[in-house]
């Protein structure tokens, strides 16, 4: 059976998470192989948007699966840019960072080719950029697996600011034959207040004060989400660059 993006004319590369180390342990590592061509890296050798998309789809990795707590994310330091999990850096031992809050309600990833620049202040938030590829939250029934990735339909954002840094959330559902939200006044304000509490409260159970939003909160469209996501692009090729200062990541 065809894949369901080849059937709506889109097109990506063929890589294939490759699984290192034990999960639950600072060892464990997803790597992208490509069949041909060795191991490559997700924030650099994924197109921004697959072959053949319209202005409103996108390219998504997954990171962190629905209803699932272990925080892993790109590791922009070491080479091929893996998925590994996240440690809380500054505390004794840097224990393996879990989400206190609950069950993460959205598959969480991220747009490759994007960067939000932590030396550019952000004329909606006021704050400099958290220094990471732009973030999606996916709404999707089925959890995905962290190094899968496919083609999305972008429906809004969210305006994070996270710690006094820029954050953007852009919101998002799986491209496929079916219809879906298709635009974010679809999607049930139930699903959209579960996100915004999500990112207002996730880090209170850890003792943190709760996070703030650019827009008062509010779930902005389509036509932000695309503004945001091609200004994060841009940022992202002054990086690849050269034109964005030095910064100790692994660029190929």
């Known amino acids: 059976m065809r894949c369901t993006i080849c059937q709506l004319g889109l097109h990506l590369p063929k ?40 202005a409103n789809i996108f390219t998504f990795v997954n990171e962190i699966p ?16 893996p998925i590994m999990q996240d440690a809380f850096k500054k505390q004794p031992g840097q224990p393996l960072r879990y989400f206190t809050y609950g069950d993460v309600p959205f598959n969480y990833g991220f747009v490759p080719c994007t960067w939000e620049n932590p030396d550019h202040v952000d004329a909606d938030t006021k704050c400099r950029g958290d220094g990471d590829p732009i973030d999606v939250v996916q709404l999707a029934a089925a959890p995905s697996q962290p190094g899968d990735y496919h083609a999305v339909r972008v429906l809004g954002v969210l305006g994070l600011v996270d710690e006094g840094e820029t954050d953007w959330k852009i919101l998002a559902e799986p491209v496929t034959a079916d219809s879906g939200f298709m635009t974010i006044d679809r999607v ?30 509010e779930i902005r469209g389509a036509d932000d989400a695309i503004r945001i ?7 992202y090729q002054q990086l690849v660059s050269g034109r964005a200062g030095a910064h100790r990541y692994w660029l190929r």
Do not use: M
């Open 188 to 217: 049930p304000t139930a699903v959209k207040e579960t996100v915004v509490d999500w990112f207002r409260n996730y880090k209170t159970t850890d003792g943190k004060k709760q996070n703030e939003f650019a827009f008062s909160g």
């Open 15 to 54: 890589l294939v998470a490759a699984v290192q180390g034990q999960p639950d342990t600072k060892d464990w590592r997803v790597y992208f192989k490509s069949e041909h061509d060795g191991t490559k890296s997700a924030w650099h050798d994924l197109p921004l948007s697959p072959e053949g998309a319209a």
């Open 229 to 235: 996501i091609q200004e994060c692009a841009a940022q």
């Open 66 to 81: 629905r209803r699932s707590r272990a925080k892993f994310e790109l590791v922009k330091e070491e080479k091929y840019n």
